[in-house]
């Protein structure tokens, strides 16, 4: 018999991606339950078309809060819980073969890596960055989301294992959107890289480099060390936007919030930046 999986994905504004994220998943979904945050470009409508459960819910000001919110509070009646953002998908081999790869894990296993496929400008971005892994399936009740300004992980209880599935960050907006998207993650991380004590062996490395030539490093690593190049024109932009233009984005929002930090700008319990990050419709966790 194979297991059941409740599939989560957070929506504000996606008809451009809700019906191919729902489409590619129904065939081995349980249950779809979208969290909108009040779309007003019918993405709610599209959804529930598609079958899946809808609710509206207020963004609270952090992705893990969102996500949280919904373990709590919807009815998941799956073995397991998928998290999916709405711009991604899992590609045809992960469909064909995840219900019975789940079906022969022993009960000691209670979270599921696959890898990360990224597609950029209608091009998959082969090279550059290596395999990536990230932890977005685990079993009710044994998982949470981690309390992040950014890269929000899923800390579960129980053995990790690795899907040989891949599913695609595929998003379908413009440029400019992906900017603008990408100005707000950057202040996330600066803030992250002001405050945060708890970053991996590679992140505390990259911390330590100067501003602004690590991203020229960063870039050169991955474009040319890496091999991005072999990615043509696409790679070249995708290498070049988020590997140096938004990583020196980063380090110049990073100077402005110690500059601040020097002017008595955040005081022991980062309240004013608390109060800062608000009016950016951003929560500080309150791990900080």
Not at 55 to 84: C, I, K, M, T
Not at 177 to 182: C, L
């Amino acid at each position: 018999m194979n297991p059941t999986i409740s599939v989560v994905i957070l929506t504000y504004n996606e008809r451009l991606h809700i019906r191919r994220c729902i489409a590619r998943v129904r065939p081995i979904a349980t249950g779809i339950f979208v969290v909108d945050c009040h779309s007003t470009d019918g993405t709610q409508a599209i959804a529930r078309e598609l079958g899946a459960t809808v609710v509206e819910h207020d963004w609270p000001g952090l992705y893990a809060v969102q996500f949280n919110w919904a373990l709590d509070n919807l009815p998941l009646s799956g073995d397991w819980v998928l998290r999916l953002d709405a711009d991604e998908y899992l590609d045809e081999n992960a469909l064909r073969d995840l219900p019975r790869f789940l079906a022969e894990q022993p009960d000691e296993v209670g979270g599921v890596t696959l890898r990360l496929g990224r597609i950029f400008l209608g091009r998959e971005m082969r090279h550059g960055l290596g395999t990536i892994r990230l932890l977005r399936l685990f079993r009710h009740g044994r998982g949470r989301c981690e309390g992040k300004l950014m890269d929000e992980h899923l800390a579960v209880s129980g053995r990790i294992v690795d899907f040989a599935g891949t599913f695609f960050d595929h998003n379908l907006n413009d440029l400019s959107w992906w900017t603008r998207k990408h100005d707000g993650y950057a202040l996330r991380e600066a803030v992250d890289l002001l405050l945060a004590n708890d970053a991996t062996t590679k992140k505390q490395f990259y911390r330590r480099l100067p501003l602004f030539w690590r991203a020229a490093v960063y870039f050169a690593y991955r474009y040319i060390l890496r091999l991005g190049f072999l990615d043509g024109r696409e790679g070249f932009l995708w290498h070049f936007l988020q590997g140096w233009w938004y990583r020196t984005l980063v380090d110049a929002k990073l100077l402005e919030l110690r500059r601040l930090h020097c002017g008595g700008w955040v005081d022991e319990t980062h309240s004013a930046l608390r109060d800062y990050l608000a009016t950016k419709g951003i929560s500080l966790p309150a791990a900080f």
